[in-house]
């Protein structure tokens, strides 16, 4: 059964700072990987997807990194802003049955 | 479109009642998945659907029900309820068209059983 990992749990960072949240899985057979973000008393918003087949994906400050041989992802965020204070979390699969999610990483961006 | 909406937002109830969460969507999306969230536990898959007339269980469906009778809806039902299934609960459509695959999650219900 494939299981996904997120460090650290939590993290807070003055504005300005780039980071990186980690993600590892155990059964490097993926489906794909998928970033999302979810902020307080809400739902799921989806930020990067990274097929099987590719090694990253870029949105805006945002890139996302894959290497199934590892059995890690990486979400790498530029030039951080308080507006990306939420919770983000990895999540393998896509398949039929569904989506296996990390436990997330809750960032605060200190203005 | 309104995307996928969830109903109610919160919800309180006492051991043994029963109750359906609705979930809906416009955008005429085939695929559509419950999940549960607890604190330390992240989201677990509950039931998908892969269309209309077609169910099938995720990693926790003990005491859940659900049916697809429309492409659109996607209620999910608690036959006896527990504390056990205090939660938040999110449903969600997948789109694939285009080469893509996302997924699009409702606002959630914050259930409580007492």
């Known amino acids: 059964k494939q299981e996904v990992t997120q460090i650290p749990a939590a993290l807070s960072v003055p504005e300005g700072e780039n980071l990186v949240l980690n993600c590892s899985f155990t059964?490097?057979?993926?489906?794909?990987l998928q970033w999302f973000r979810q902020d307080p008393g809400k739902g799921l918003t989806s930020l990067l997807l990274?097929?099987?087949?590719?090694r990253e994906q870029t949105s805006g400050r945002l890139n996302a990194s894959l290497d199934k041989s590892s059995g890690r992802s990486t979400l790498y965020i530029a030039a951080s802003q308080p507006g990306d204070s939420a919770t983000y979390l990895c999540?393998?699969?896509?398949?039929?049955?569904?989506?296996?999610f990390g436990k997330g990483t809750h960032l605060i961006i200190q203005p | 479109n309104a995307g996928v909406t969830q109903t109610p937002k919160f919800q309180v109830l006492k051991t043994g009642q029963s109750m359906t969460l609705q979930c809906a969507q416009d955008?005429?999306?085939?695929?559509m998945s419950w999940y549960r969230q607890d604190p330390g536990m992240g989201l677990r898959l509950i039931h998908y659907?892969?269309?209309?007339?077609?169910?099938d269980q995720g990693e926790v469906p003990n005491g859940y029900n659900v049916s697809r009778s429309t492409t659109e809806d996607f209620p999910l039902r608690l036959l006896s309820a527990a504390p056990s299934q205090t939660s938040v609960y999110f449903c969600?459509?997948?789109?694939?068209?285009?080469?893509?695959?996302?997924?699009?999650f409702g606002p959630g219900t914050r259930l409580t059983v007492l």
């Open positions: 969600a459509s997948r789109s694939m068209a285009g080469g893509t695959d996302t997924q699009y």
């Open positions: 059964d490097s057979a993926i489906y794909n």
């Open positions: 990274i097929q099987s087949s590719q």
């Open positions: 999540a393998e699969g896509g398949g039929a049955d569904g989506l296996t």
């Open positions: 955008m005429n999306h085939e695929y």
């Open positions: 659907s892969v269309g209309a007339g077609i169910t």
